[in-house]
């Protein structure tokens, strides 16, 4: 099974354990490390490594983080160059974390990032296109009198 890590600032890794634990249930291999204020990079980065290394099973890992080129994203970087079967996905959504939960059995490491980008770019919507786009299609009344 592929491991995953999800980092973000502030409470966004925390945040998203609760709603990824409340869509698919309790999950082995992934961890939620939060880069919290007063921490120091170094700091994030060495909770990073351990992480990765608690969630490897020898499939690899993915880590997922809220903002690429934010501290996790950049941290998670550094890992990705030095540690070999690591990915990472930077700018990462709830749909995505959730659905790496549902998909990480049977992909492998990169087919699962593909999955994931997939996922991530068709979940984001403009709510009120969509709405127009719903209210602009023509309905048809049925009438059994004829009327």
Not at 45 to 68: F, H, N, W, Y
Not at 115 to 120: E, H, N, Q, S, Y
């Amino acid at each position: 099974m592929i491991g995953i890590v999800v980092s973000g600032h502030i409470h966004f890794a925390s945040g998203m354990e609760t709603a990824v634990r409340a869509i698919a249930g309790e999950q082995e291999q992934m961890l939620f490390i939060d880069f919290v204020e007063g921490m120091s990079t170094q700091e994030l980065e060495q909770s990073l490594r351990q992480a990765v290394k608690d969630v490897d099973s020898g499939d690899g890992v993915l880590i997922l983080t809220d903002i690429p080129g934010g501290s996790p994203a950049n941290r998670a970087l550094e890992i990705m160059m030095d540690t070999p079967n690591v990915e990472l996905i930077g700018g990462a959504n709830l749909p995505m974390i959730a659905n790496a939960a549902f998909e990480r059995d049977d992909a492998e490491l990169t087919e699962l990032v593909d999955t994931l980008l997939d996922i991530g770019m068709s979940c984001m919507k403009d709510m009120r296109r969509e709405l127009n786009s719903i209210m602009e299609q023509p309905t048809e009344l049925e009438c059994e009198d004829g009327l």
